[in-house]
């Protein structure tokens, strides 16, 4: 487990109440898409189960013309979270913003509202986006290494503006009317490559001074951003060796900048299926695997790869060699795309294979099992320093969330892995972070 500050594992739920693959699902709920209701019931699952977060990515535009991506054009993120923030209490609330297609001046107000309507609760995934450059006025996405760059100064601008009101900058001393001590409030004046801002923010200090940075982005400019921001790594891995070498890679990383590793916490997403037997998780898992539309997830890895062709590859052959890029030379997701060159060359998965990782999990890594399967499975990942626990996203959606609060969660509390109560008011307390200063 994690050395040092803090034993426990740190469990994020993905913020979703349904599976892609089971929309037409007579029974699914899919009316309810962009409805409050059922988030609402997923937060409170999590809570109940003491989870640290609640987790979410979000998508700046709509894959047409597709007709069965409705997911990609669901509720944003943020908002959402604005209206979860009311409807809990503890549990902490990450959702996805980008550094490519906002501005920090907007993004550090809509961060910290979220951060004092919560009291605390707040963290944000910092992605620098795979696509967005349509609806925001690019011919073409700006490249892997101008996003980043863009992105770390973006990170410069909003902490600057988040810490511009110093903490004991609002007074409301009534009798001499005086809400706030201008001489507390300060400008920032960033002049940069990217950005111009003057300040002060017009929002006073979040609780948590800023919201806790989540970080997903896994190639090397990915990892090197999270050494020098991250607190929460939001990672794609299937395979436990390659999250040991990721996981070492990253802390090393952090070391390196001068931070402590054992103060950033590197999650991999992890799909889960729970059955009451090993036969039945077998069962829903292949029925998982059944639902697979492999036309439309070829498109997808095709995309994912630059735009190779695999139309002519049996499902059942391997993808030659020489259709697989270099990752290195993608602009969008290098990252996630070396995930599945990785399973092409080094494990000969077949066509079919490569697919069912990309569509039951988008290269996550996946567990059918049991309660007590599922929580060995935790258990070992944490005990191999392959995790510092998972972003938990349930196969079976709503039902799921359940089975994995009720039934994994006490294995993993009786087994001294998890919090059975929690001790602190905010998502930097849950996390074991100390207050930033
Ligand atoms: C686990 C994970 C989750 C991600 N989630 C999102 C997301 O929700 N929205 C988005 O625009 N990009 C998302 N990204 C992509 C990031 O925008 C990332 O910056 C992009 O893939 C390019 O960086 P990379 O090659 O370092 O992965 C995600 C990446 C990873 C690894």
């Known amino acids: 487990m994690s050395k040092g500050h803090d034993r426990h594992l740190h469990l994020g739920l993905w913020l979703t109440f349904l599976d892609a693959?089971?929309?037409?699902?007579?029974?699914?709920?899919?009316?309810?898409?962009n409805s409050l209701q059922p988030?609402?019931?997923?937060?409170?699952?999590?809570?109940?189960?003491?989870?640290?977060?609640l987790i979410r990515g979000d998508g700046l535009g709509l894959p047409l013309p597709d007709p069965e991506?409705?997911?990609?054009?669901?509720?944003?993120?943020?908002?959402?979270?604005?209206?979860?923030?009311?409807?809990?209490?503890?549990?902490?609330?990450?959702?996805?913003?980008?550094?490519?297609?906002?501005?920090?001046?907007?993004?550090?107000r809509t961060l910290a509202t979220l951060d004092h309507l919560?009291?605390?609760?707040?963290?944000?995934?910092?992605?620098?986006?795979i696509a967005g450059e349509e609806q925001f006025g690019y011919d073409e996405i700006p490249g892997h290494e101008e996003r980043y760059e863009r992105a770390d100064e973006f990170i410069e601008v909003v902490s600057k503006l988040w810490a511009s009101w110093e903490?004991?900058?609002?007074?409301?001393?009534?009798?001499?009317?005086v809400f706030f001590d201008p001489d507390k409030i300060n400008t920032i004046d960033h002049h940069g490559k990217h950005f111009r801002v003057a300040g002060p923010l017009n929002i006073a200090r979040p609780p948590q001074g800023r919201p806790v940075f989540v970080q997903?982005?896994?190639?090397?400019?990915?990892?090197?951003?999270?050494?020098?921001?991250?607190?929460?790594?939001f990672t794609a891995q299937n395979d436990i060796g390659k999250a040991q070498a990721f996981y070492r890679d990253v802390k090393r990383r952090v070391e390196r900048q001068g931070r402590d590793a054992a103060r950033v916490s590197i999650l991999p997403g992890l799909v889960v299926t729970i059955g009451g037997s090993e036969a039945e998780a077998q069962e829903l898992h292949d029925r998982f695997l059944a639902r697979i539309d492999y036309e439309r997830t070829r498109r997808n890895l095709e995309s994912l790869l630059?735009?190779?062709?695999?139309?002519?590859?049996?499902?059942?052959?391997?993808?030659?060699?020489?259709?697989l890029p270099e990752a290195g030379a993608l602009t969008r997701q290098p990252g996630r795309a070396q995930i599945f060159i990785d399973l092409a060359k080094e494990k000969g998965a077949t066509l079919r294979r490569l697919l069912q990782a990309l569509g039951t999990a988008h290269g996550h890594g996946r567990v059918f099992g049991t309660p007590e399967q599922v929580a060995d499975h935790i258990q070992r990942w944490a005990g191999a320093r392959a995790a510092d626990g998972f972003a938990v996203s349930p196969a079976q959606g709503l039902a799921g969330a359940r089975l994995f609060a009720d039934e994994v969660v006490p294995i993993l509390q009786d087994r001294g892995l998890f919090r059975r109560e929690y001790t602190g008011g905010t998502l930097r307390d849950h996390l074991g972070l100390p207050p930033v200063p």
């Open 21 to 33: 693959a089971e929309w037409r699902d007579p029974a699914s709920r899919a009316e309810e898409l």
């Open 39 to 53: 988030y609402v019931e997923v937060a409170e699952i999590g809570e109940r189960a003491k989870l640290d977060a």
């Open 69 to 108: 991506q409705a997911f990609a054009g669901s509720l944003e993120i943020l908002t959402l979270l604005a209206a979860l923030a009311a409807r809990t209490e503890r549990i902490g609330l990450i959702g996805t913003a980008s550094t490519t297609f906002t501005e920090p001046y907007n993004l550090a």
């Open 306 to 323: 630059g735009g190779v062709d695999l139309s002519d590859i049996d499902l059942d052959e391997r993808v030659p060699e020489e259709r």
């Open 216 to 233: 997903a982005g896994d190639s090397e400019k990915g990892r090197d951003f999270a050494a020098r921001h991250a607190e929460i790594v």
């Open 167 to 177: 903490p004991d900058a609002v007074l409301v001393d009534r009798e001499n009317g």
């Open 118 to 129: 919560s009291n605390g609760r707040v963290g944000w995934n910092i992605v620098t986006s």
